[in-house]
């Protein structure tokens, strides 16, 4: 069956450390979404891919970036990681011609201490 | 610019009775809206979702929502709720001219109470 596979699940890291949060779908989809998860705040999207070598910032991509170098990986990755970054981090996938249905991995929680 | 508002952040409940959560949107031109059910230690998944067309949206788990234009509001229902329906849920908005792009509310946990 298709999926959307994050990993790690659990990462902990330190204050000014490079981190990379993997996402992978076997959906075939043209679509991928990064989102942050943060009580009272919903989530919010931080940045999103239509197709291969295609990024886009989101509301909250600042110390984040993305690159899409195939269809179905989407990797994010903190450059210098915050205390403020610490957050539950969803990716999403959708197909072009059902892009409004999103389909989620499981999540990612990160603690920056 | 869109934005959603969950009017409640808790709505506890017993096993067994009615429910109903609040969203609210904004938005100048004609939208999509959705919502989305997160389990505990989930991702979401889309519990149901207006186009267009009837106002009544009927989803998965026998939850159904109501598109009222005219008060700009989207609330998600339940006639009869289930311990398993304890969650949190996200309504979400998206513009036909935004491909693929969700604008989420802040979330509604639900407390299903036995």
């Known amino acids: ?113 | 610019a869109q934005s959603v508002t969950q009017l409640d952040s808790q709505v506890p409940v017993f096993e067994e009775a009615p429910v109903e959560l609040r969203c609210n949107y904004s938005s100048s031109v004609s939208v999509y809206l959705f919502w989305y059910v997160q389990y505990p230690n989930q991702g979401l998944q889309l519990l149901l979702k207006y186009l267009s067309g009837s106002t009544l949206v009927k989803g998965i788990n026998g939850f159904e929502a109501e598109f009222n234009k005219s008060q700009t509001s989207f609330h998600l229902r339940k006639p009869s709720v289930h311990i398993s329906d304890t969650a949190e849920y996200f309504c979400a908005v998206r513009s036909p001219s935004n491909t693929g792009k969700l604008i989420f509310g802040q979330g509604t946990t639900l407390q299903v109470k036995p």
């Open chain 1, 1 to 113: 069956d298709a999926e959307i596979t994050q990993s790690p699940r659990h990462k902990i890291t330190e204050t000014g450390r490079q981190v990379t949060l993997a996402c992978h779908q076997t959906w075939n989809h043209n679509n991928m979404f990064w989102y942050r998860q943060d009580l009272g705040h919903g989530l919010r999207l931080i940045h999103y891919s239509y197709g291969v070598q295609d990024t886009n910032k989101g509301e909250v991509s600042d110390g984040y970036s993305v690159s899409r170098s195939n269809t179905e990986d989407l990797p994010l990755t903190l450059e210098s990681a915050a205390s403020s970054q610490t957050s539950v981090y969803f990716c999403a996938s959708s197909s072009t011609s059902r892009a409004y249905e999103q389909y989620f991995g499981p999540g990612t929680r990160l603690t920056v201490t």
